[in-house]
């Protein structure tokens, strides 16, 4: 249903910039980052937060995986890359890739104390999840949600 099917190793050209797709599920099935190398950047969506990362518990996610994901396609980036998350809750709009190794407290476990850790969170259920996640599933179109054409 997306306009543009992107695959990791994709690169997405825009203007004089250059993204690097790369595939860090674990939150989601579908999650991914995107790489500026140029201006030493990236777009994490919600895989890595500041001093945090996505939760796990609904929508596909998978904590194994995304310990995986994070530190082989993120946390192997550069120590000084700027890291810019989906969004943070405290304000925080940007953090680095060096910051993250060092003061990340979830990102620091191994990965078998990080899924126990993913797995006793006990988060609430998000008060519009219910509507969010359908509409995640067909990029937004409530036209397709709906089996309209």
Same mark, same amino acid.
């Given at each position: 249903?997306?306009?543009?099917?992107l695959?990791?190793?994709?690169? !997405?050209n #825009? =203007?004089d910039?250059?993204?690097? !797709?790369?595939?860090?599920?674990? &939150?989601t %099935? /579908?999650?991914?980052?995107y790489? $500026?190398?140029k &201006?030493?950047?990236? #777009?994490?969506?919600?895989?890595?937060?500041v001093?945090?990362? =996505?939760?796990? +518990? #609904?929508?596909?996610?998978d904590?194994?995986?995304?310990?995986? /994901? !994070? &530190?082989?396609?993120?946390? /192997?980036l550069p120590?000084?890359?700027l890291?810019?998350? =989906?969004?943070?809750?405290?304000?925080q709009?940007?953090?680095?890739?060096?910051?993250e190794?060092?003061? %990340?407290?979830?990102?620091?476990? /191994?990965?078998? +104390? #990080?899924?126990?850790?993913?797995? %006793?969170?006990?988060?609430?259920?998000?008060?519009?999840?219910d509507?969010a996640?359908? $509409?995640n599933?067909?990029?937004?179109?409530?036209?397709l949600?709906n089996g309209?054409?």
């Amino acid at each position: 249903m997306a306009d543009v099917l992107l695959c990791p190793g994709d690169q !997405v050209n #825009f =203007g004089d910039f250059r993204l690097e !797709v790369r595939a860090t599920p674990g &939150h989601t %099935n /579908s999650c991914l980052t995107y790489i $500026l190398h140029k &201006h030493k950047m990236a #777009f994490s969506g919600d895989a890595i937060l500041v001093r945090g990362c =996505g939760r796990t +518990d #609904f929508q596909q996610g998978d904590a194994g995986q995304l310990y995986d /994901s !994070v &530190h082989e396609q993120i946390l /192997s980036l550069p120590e000084d890359y700027l890291l810019y998350p =989906g969004h943070d809750y405290t304000g925080q709009t940007v953090t680095t890739v060096g910051e993250e190794r060092k003061h %990340n407290p979830r990102l620091k476990k /191994s990965r078998e +104390d #990080f899924i126990e850790t993913m797995k %006793n969170l006990y988060l609430p259920h998000p008060t519009q999840i219910d509507k969010a996640l359908p $509409l995640n599933m067909v990029c937004g179109l409530q036209e397709l949600l709906n089996g309209e054409k």
